[in-house]
C-alpha cells in the first residue's frame, strides 16, 4: 500500500512483511550463538546472518526503485540524498538516509526480529533506539568507492559512543561487485579522523601509525542477498569499485543503545533533531525505541 505520510510517526510494523513473535522461545530462534557473539567481540565484527527471505528482498527491490526517483512525492523526507556520490565521474554510487519514512518495507525492517535481537545482543542486551538508515548502490561496471572510514567518526554530535551498524545486501555481495571489506580488529585503534566517505579510497591509510598500517589486512565480506554483517562503530571498512555485470545493492541500519544523547544543539539530520538539545537523550518521533527487555518477557 502506498501511503502520503511520513511513516516516522508510527513506531509499528505497518505491513505483513515481518511478523513480531509472541513468545520467548519464539524469539530465541533469532538469537546468536556465542561463537558468533565472541567473534564480534574478538574482531569487531559479525556476518552471514539470514535477515530476509526471498519475497521480502524483491519487496524491498520494488520500493527501492521506486526511492530512486527524484521525482517521488515524497522525496522532500530524505535526509539525505545523492544520485550519485562518487568524486570520480566514471562511476556511480548512489547514497541515501531517511528512506524508512517514505515506504512500508523499509519502515518495517527496523522492527525486523532477526535483526533487532541480534542487534540487542551485540549492544551488551541494552535496549535498542534508532539512529539512521542508509541506501548505497553500486551499478553494475561502474559503481563507485566507499572509502575506508569508521562510522563513529561521522556521529561524534551522539554519546557515549554505544552505536553498531548492520549492512544488508539485495543482491548477493561479492569482491567483484564492490562488497564491504573490513579490517579485523581495527575497532581497538581508537577513534580515527574521518576522509570524504566517496573520495580517495585509501585517504584514511595516511592517518594511521606505522603499527596500524602492518595490521592493515582487509578481509572481504562476500554475503548472499538478504544476509547481513553487523559491525562496531569503530571499525574500519569500505568497498571498492564494482566492475562486474552485477549490481550491488544495499540497505544499513544504524542503532545505538538506549540512552544514547544529543552532544550538539546543531542539527543532527535535516530536519530531526527537533525538541532534542545538547545533553539531552535521543529519543522521540525520528528515533524510535526498536527492541527492549519487555519484548521478550
Not at 512525492?73 to 541515501?96: A, C, I, R
Request: negative net charge.
Amino acid at each position: 500500500m502506498k501511503t502520503t505520510k511520513d511513516l516516522a510517526e508510527k513506531h509499528e510494523l505497518l505491513s505483513e512483511l515481518f511478523k513480531l513473535p509472541k513468545t520467548k522461545e519464539e524469539w530465541d530462534q533469532y538469537r546468536l550463538s556465542k561463537d558468533q557473539l565472541d567473534h564480534f567481540e574478538e574482531y569487531g565484527y559479525v556476518s552471514g546472518i539470514k535477515l530476509l527471505d526471498a519475497e521480502q528482498i524483491e519487496v524491498l527491490r520494488k520500493e527501492l526503485d521506486e526511492l530512486r526517483d527524484p521525482k517521488h512525492p515524497l522525496h522532500h523526507l530524505f535526509y539525505e540524498f545523492h544520485s550519485n556520490q562518487s568524486t570520480d565521474p566514471n562511476t556511480v554510487l548512489f547514497h541515501s538516509l531517511g528512506h524508512w519514512r517514505i515506504t512500508e518495507g523499509f519502515h518495517d525492517i527496523l522492527w525486523n526480529p532477526a535483526f533487532t535481537m541480534a542487534a540487542y545482543q551485540l549492544l551488551g542486551e541494552r535496549s535498542v533506539r534508532f539512529w539512521h538508515d542508509q541506501l548505497f548502490c553500486k551499478p553494475a561496471r561502474h559503481g563507485g568507492v566507499v572509502a575506508w572510514h569508521q562510522d563513529y567518526s561521522y556521529w561524534t554530535r551522539t554519546v557515549p559512543m554505544q552505536h553498531l551498524t548492520c549492512w544488508t545486501g539485495l543482491d548477493d555481495a561479492t569482491t567483484d561487485n564492490g562488497c564491504l571489506q573490513y579490517i579485523p580488529g581495527s575497532h581497538r585503534w581508537g577513534l580515527l579522523k574521518k576522509p570524504e566517505l566517496a573520495g580517495n579510497m585509501d585517504a584514511l591509510l595516511d592517518m594511521l601509525t606505522a603499527e596500524q598500517k602492518a595490521n592493515f589486512k582487509p578481509v572481504a565480506i562476500e554475503l548472499q542477498a538478504g544476509h547481513a554483517t553487523f559491525h562496531h562503530p569503530l571499525m574500519v571498512h569500505g568497498s571498492y569499485e564494482n566492475t562486474s555485470s552485477i549490481s550491488r545493492r544495499a540497505f544499513v541500519i544504524n542503532v545505538f543503545a538506549d540512552g544514547t544523547e544529543s552532544d550538539t544543539d546543531g542539527e543532527m539530520l535535516r530536519g530531526s533533531t527537533i525538541g532534542v538539545k545538547k545533553g539531552q537523550q535521543m529519543k522521540g518521533k525520528f528515533f524510535p525505541l526498536l527492541f527492549d527487555n519487555r519484548s521478550i518477557d
